[in-house]
């Protein structure tokens, strides 16, 4: 295969044994670079994610953009056969993505430390709801408790209503994305250092939204202050938040900096407001912050969301209509950036799913097969490249062993 020809990770081998989002999200980023992902799956059973909705009829609709790139076989490793199967693959592999509870695979024969045997370069990526190590390890966790534990579902809502969790499941793909960043990190560290053994990186989902907390850490430590829970930028920028067109619209609006308000204050025609010590900085307009939103609600309000659209983008202020996915369907730039893709499906014929992302000049990603049936790639895996014949491959599916 000439290098790079799929994309950057061209070349790369992964076994993903991991279930439903976190994980397997950074395995089917790292295949849409490029890299080649075996899935491994319970048999009869398959990925939990293959009975979670959205549904149309009896289809999962979440499993064609997930796994999408991945080939899947099935293997009971828990089995001594199965193990060793396990095993044999793993040789010629670079990275293990696993997400189960802290001390599964070791209850297993399946750590690291018996791993290595087989391939000493392999690297092992784990994601669990707590971390490897400290006294929550071996706690249950799932995306959206693990979000309540990180500190982000504290502060979000409002200061009379109970704390509000994200809508759909933030913290396992964030996780993924730390998932893959850990992934090609250790793989860039072993080739470039030559170094002759792997290693193994390990993450606790409530990390992945902990690290971009940093202003709460640094906050109550300095301060002593506990941020309470307020929508939008509360106690970032000011002004910034959620305001209403003339048409009934809604935009957000953001002026993180001072040269950007500047350039809002100018397209409200209220340069009174850069010689007002009141609004002139940032730490003076969150001083001040009911008066400078009250002033922003009222001129917004005047205009219909194409006119509001139009001015604001003539003076280079960052606003943008909050789009609904029918909205974005329909949305000129979506299109032209080609981020919504059509893929094959056995029984629905197409569907649209979320394009390659990010994009390289030279070695571009793609999405170069449909995500996988159960147990789809069995011969091509298992007896291709391991060599089972086809009546071991039938004593072992009559043993529940794939």
Not at 49 to 76: A, I
Not at 136 to 153: I, L, M, Q, V
Not at 323 to 332: H, Q
């Amino acid at each position: 295969m000439e290098k790079g020809k799929f994309g950057p990770l061209t070349g790369v081998k992964i076994i993903d044994v991991s279930t439903m989002i976190a994980a397997p999200f950074g395995a089917t980023l790292l295949a849409d670079l490029g890299a080649e992902v075996i899935k491994i799956e319970l048999p009869r059973k398959g990925d939990t994610l293959r009975t979670v909705g959205p549904w149309k009829g009896d289809e999962p609709l979440r499993w064609p953009g997930m796994s999408r790139n991945k080939k899947s076989v099935t293997l009971d490793i828990r089995k001594e056969e199965g193990k060793e199967i396990f095993k044999k693959l793993l040789k010629n592999n670079d990275i293990l993505i696993e997400n189960f509870r802290p001390g599964t695979l070791e209850k297993w024969g399946l750590g690291y430390d018996e791993l290595k045997k087989e391939n000493p370069k392999l690297i092992m990526v784990r994601i669990s709801g707590y971390g490897q190590t400290g006294p929550y390890r071996e706690k249950a966790g799932f995306g959206t408790p693990c979000t309540a534990f990180s500190g982000h579902t504290y502060i979000q809502g409002y200061p009379d209503r109970p704390p509000v969790s994200p809508s759909y499941s933030l913290l396992d793909y964030i996780a993924g994305v730390y998932t893959a960043f850990a992934a090609v990190c250790a793989l860039y560290y072993r080739d470039v250092t030559g170094d002759p053994e792997g290693q193994v990186v390990e993450m606790g989902l409530y990390e992945a939204i902990f690290r971009m907390l940093e202003f709460l850490v640094a906050e109550y430590d300095q301060t002593g202050k506990v941020r309470e829970r307020t929508p939008g930028l509360a106690g970032h920028s000011s002004p910034a938040g959620t305001y209403e067109t003339k048409d009934g619209k809604y935009v957000v609006l953001v002026c993180s900096t001072d040269s950007t308000f500047n350039r809002l204050a100018k397209a409200m025609g209220r340069l009174d407001m850069l010689e007002d010590e009141r609004f002139n900085t940032n730490s003076q307009r969150l001083k001040h912050d009911d008066e400078v939103q009250q002033i922003v609600k009222d001129w917004i309000h005047q205009y219909n969301l194409k006119e509001l659209q139009e001015l604001l983008d003539k003076y280079g202020v960052p606003v943008s209509p909050i789009l609904s996915i029918k909205d974005i369907f329909e949305n000129e730039h979506y299109k032209a950036r080609k981020n919504i893709v059509e893929v094959e499906h056995p029984r629905l014929g197409k569907i649209k799913v979320p394009g390659v992302v990010p994009n390289f000049s030279k070695t571009p990603g793609s999405i170069r097969y449909r995500a996988p049936e159960l147990g789809e790639h069995n011969e091509e895996i298992l007896g291709g490249q391991l060599g089972l014949s086809n009546e071991e491959l039938d004593a072992l599916k009559a043993k529940g062993v794939i």
